[in-house]
């Protein structure tokens, strides 16, 4: 999905989705970036199976937003 850049910049988001998990009880969570592309990168594991990656990537007036989640992961 997209997120306009006048509503939230490409870091604000990437730190939004490393609170987020880290609350939802990953603790190994972290954020690279800025990337070459300007790109952020948000991962995590929670030493089970289960890990994520969520990139922000800037795109002109937008962010796009990827979420990869392991087949492995279990939301109640």
């Known amino acids: 999905f997209t997120v306009a850049t ?21 603790g190994g ?14 991962w995590s ?3 089970y199976g289960c890990e994520s990656l969520v990139t922000i990537l800037p795109r ?5 937003i990827t979420v990869l989640y392991g087949a492995a992961c279990t939301y109640e």
């Open 60 to 64: 002109g007036p937008e962010s796009l």
């Open 45 to 47: 594991s929670n030493g």
């Open 6 to 26: 006048d509503v939230a910049t490409p870091l604000a988001i990437a730190e939004f989705y490393r609170v987020a998990i880290e609350e939802g009880g990953f």
């Open 29 to 42: 969570t972290g954020l690279d970036g800025p990337l070459e592309d300007g790109s952020y990168a948000v």
